[in-house]
């Protein structure tokens, strides 16, 4: 049975589901982020999907960063399935702009994470929501 990783679960609030992946905001609010998530159980690595698996992984990943570039318009997508502190497989998919505060370097470890307030998190999850809603098989999740 799929089981979304303790860390993940603290770090992130849940948007939805598309047919593989759980789609998950970081709670990052220096960054435009989305994590995809395989509801796969004590899956690690992207080699050990199905190749059937492998394809629609790609596929939802390529469409999440068309979405987030076509609603931000962003400099660069940063794309990466890093699991170093988390093993469960996961795809970042972050918007990055050359005024971000870790530009042009990577965000991890780069500065601290800055929560979103309360209601600034709602807004931005119902605002991906919307977003998302216009992806073939996504549906939202509260």
């Known amino acids: 049975m799929f089981e979304l990783h303790p860390r993940l679960q603290a770090d992130t609030q849940p948007l939805g589901d598309l047919p593989l992946c759980r789609v998950l905001l970081a709670r990052d609010s220096q960054y435009p982020w989305l994590i995809l998530v395989p509801r796969i159980a004590q899956l690690r690595e992207i080699h050990h999907l199905a190749p059937e698996q492998q394809q629609q992984l ?36 972050v918007a990055r702009f050359s005024s971000d505060p870790a530009w042009p370097g990577p965000i991890w470890g780069a500065h601290p994470a800055v929560a979103y307030e309360a209601q600034d998190l709602r807004i931005a999850a119902d605002n991906w929501r919307a977003r998302l809603a216009t992806l073939s098989g996504f549906t939202p999740l509260q």
């Open 58 to 93: 790609m596929q939802e990943s390529c469409a999440v960063a068309a979405l987030m570039e076509q609603a931000l318009n962003p400099d660069k997508i940063n794309v990466a399935a890093l699991g170093n502190m988390v093993p469960q497989l996961h795809l970042h998919h």
